[in-house]
């Protein structure tokens, strides 16, 4: 029986830019070109973003900086206003105002059309490209379809390759296909599998647990998971956080499976609060159950084969490509495909093999070379089992995601097709510096206007904030230091116009800043805009030698900030006025766009 679409309404979308799924991967993509010019759709399943990251799932966002262990390495750009715009507005780690600021920064995104509750379940190719990808809106009975120019899957388990008939892969390589020494002998397909969270709270008094009868029983911790470190700390602190290795799906097909596994999952995960509180002494008495995960998260199935498939050799060598767009640097965590039954096999369910972070990943895995149109991003982008293992983190997700959207603005204006643009590799990379992503060993080229002025400052060398590099890398911090009452300044030869300031501000790069609950060592994550950031700032503008007020800052909490002037001068000041509560700061860049200066029009 063929499914009656005029059974239902239809609605059509025309536009440039398609994203399919709208965890972190495809909000950044989304954004990234709705900001960049180009017409966006973002289809969703779910009623709120973010993925595994949502208050569905809870899972915190990890990255290159590994929580904070490798100081400066934290990805930012989309993930960083993100991030920080969570601090400001979410005291109390609370997961619903977190997939507030997600809602509101899509649904709010001129340019951008957020389609939740829908979900992509049929496209149309016509030779090589396809035209209209549709989606079926649960809420409203209504299929959605959309024509782009472009379309990027980031639904995780790559949905439009079966639809497409695109090549994908899904399970392990064999070592010797890519030479890779933590890959299995010979080729399966097994996976890493998703998991289910129970979430707890502490109260004043002694909570009783009660497991429903269907809850699997450990009477000892040895029926439970460990590492290649040994066996996991069960205690007191992680009760808010949910344990991963409540992991199943690895040996089971990691999409079509989810349902009956999810009901394992859940007999797991209340087998394993019912130990905590029930047969063991963990310090649990006061700790009750708040939330139990219905969504499993997970973390591999449908990986597509793009122009460059990613390798454990290409992380372990850094990954120095030419066509390098985004980074990441979490291990190589590759996790047992049994899952929490690896503990009966006596194997770690997982193991952590060291990579360099950062490590840089090549635009060649974020796009297709067989559907001219389509591009990847997150945990389906074009890598080996064992690469993933890495860069599926989210942190690189969102690295990846703000590439492929920029990449698709970029696509869209010049009137070529993702694969085109890696003949603009320099533009791309420009131009994602230019939106504060960090890409290793690839410099922001000053703009015309910034580098040929002077630049001054009331104290301190300020001649860091246009080198290009806008973080600490190795010994440098590449940043003014400054304090509250501190200024600095550019003024040119002649009266000139600009367009904006653009400062890069310290948000503390050396900290975790993740969303997580109560739990463990992420109780270092900080639910406040750290102290460092400066808060008001004055920018003042030079004309017939006098110092007038363009614009004040207040309130500020971001560390990309973009103040437009408009309008013809002979310098620009700007007075770091107030932090959030440190005595010194940082400034990482400070330019001005726009200006015409000795015939050549700057950027
Ligand atoms: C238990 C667990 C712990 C983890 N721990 C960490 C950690 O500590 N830190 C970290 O950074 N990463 C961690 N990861 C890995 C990380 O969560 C994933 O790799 C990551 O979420 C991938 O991001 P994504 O945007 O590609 O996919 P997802 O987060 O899966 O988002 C894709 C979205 O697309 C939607 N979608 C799917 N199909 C369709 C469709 N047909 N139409 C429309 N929408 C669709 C989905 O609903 C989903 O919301 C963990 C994973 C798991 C499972």
Redesign the pocket.
């Known amino acids: 029986m063929s499914m009656d679409r005029t059974a239902f309404r239809q609605v059509h979308h025309e536009v440039d830019f398609c994203v399919?799924?709208?965890?972190?991967?495809?909000i950044c993509a989304a954004l990234a070109a709705a900001r960049r010019g180009a017409r966006v759709v973002l289809?969703?399943?779910?009623p709120v973003?973010?993925?595994?990251?949502?208050s569905e799932?809870r899972?915190?966002?990890?990255?290159a900086d590994r929580?904070g262990q490798i100081p400066y390495l934290r990805e930012t750009g989309i993930l960083e206003e993100l991030r920080l715009d969570n601090l400001r507005r979410n005291p109390h780690r609370e997961y619903s105002i977190w997939d507030l600021i997600l809602y509101e920064k899509t649904q709010y995104q001129p340019n951008l059309t957020l389609l939740l509750n829908?979900?992509?379940?049929d496209a149309e190719v016509v030779g090589d490209a396809i035209t209209t990808v549709t989606?079926w809106q649960l809420t409203t009975q209504i299929y959605h379809a959309v024509t782009a120019k472009i379309f990027a899957d980031?639904?995780?388990?790559a949905?439009l390759a079966p639809l497409t008939g695109h090549p994908f892969r899904m399970g392990r390589e064999a070592r010797d296909e890519y030479r890779e020494s933590i890959a299995p002998e010979v080729a399966d397909d097994r996976t890493m599998g998703?998991?289910c969270?129970v979430q707890a709270r502490e109260h004043d008094s002694p909570q009783p647990f009660e497991p429903p009868a269907w809850a699997y029983r450990y009477e000892s911790v040895e029926q439970l998971p460990f590492d290649q470190h040994g066996r996991y700390e069960i205690a007191h602190r992680a009760f808010g956080l949910?344990y991963?290795w409540v992991?199943l799906g690895g040996e089971q097909h990691s999409i079509h499976d989810t349902e009956v596994l999810r009901e394992e999952l859940l007999r797991i995960a209340l087998g394993v609060w019912d130990h905590i509180k029930n047969r063991g002494d963990y310090g649990a008495d006061n700790w009750a159950l708040e939330w139990i995960q219905f969504l499993?998260?997970?973390?591999?199935s449908r990986r597509y084969i793009g122009a460059h498939v990613l390798t454990q050799n290409d992380l372990e060598s850094e990954g120095r490509f030419q066509d390098v767009v985004a980074y990441g640097g979490?291990t190589m965590d590759d996790h047992h495909p049994a899952g929490f039954n690896a503990a009966k096999l006596g194997a770690p369910a997982t193991i952590y093999h060291p990579t360099p972070s950062p490590y840089g990943i090549p635009y060649r895995c974020l796009y297709s070379h067989e559907v001219k149109n389509l591009m990847f991003?997150?945990?389906?982008h074009s890598a080996t089992h064992s690469a993933l293992s890495s860069t599926?983190?989210?942190?690189?997700?969102a690295s990846m995601?703000q590439a492929v959207g920029t990449a698709a603005a970029l696509a869209v204006a010049r009137g070529v097709g993702p694969a085109g643009i890696l003949h603009h590799i320099p533009a791309l990379q420009q131009t994602l510096l230019a939106d504060d992503c960090y890409l290793p060993w690839v410099k922001q080229q000053t703009p015309r206007l910034t580098s040929e002025a002077d630049l001054s400052a009331s104290g301190g060398e300020p001649e860091p904030v246009r080198d290009g590099v806008n973080r600490p890398v190795g010994e440098d911090t590449h940043a003014w230091p400054c304090k509250p009452g501190d200024w600095i300044a550019y003024t040119f030869a002649r009266e000139t116009p600009a367009e904006s300031v653009v400062l890069l501000l310290d948000s503390a790069l050396e900290k975790d800043i993740?969303l997580s609950l109560y739990g463990g060592h992420r109780n270092q994550a900080e639910p406040r805009v750290p102290e460092v950031v400066p808060r008001s700032l004055r920018i003042e503008g030079l004309s017939r030698g006098n110092w007038q007020l363009l614009h004040g800052v207040e309130n500020n909490h971001q560390r990309f900030v973009r103040i437009p002037i408009n309008r013809r001068l002979d310098g620009v000041r700007v007075t770091i006025e107030e932090t959030w509560g440190a005595d010194t700061s940082r400034v990482y860049a400070f330019y001005l766009t726009g200006g015409h200066l000795g015939g050549h029009t700057t950027q």
């Open positions: 399919i799924g709208g965890g972190i991967a495809g289809m969703h399943d779910r973003l973010g993925g595994n990251a949502s799932c899972v915190p966002i990890c990255g929580a829908c979900s992509c379940l989606g980031c639904s995780g388990d949905v998703m998991t969270f949910g991963w992991e499993p998260a997970k973390r591999e979490w991003a997150g945990r389906c599926r983190v989210m942190g690189t997700c995601g993740a």
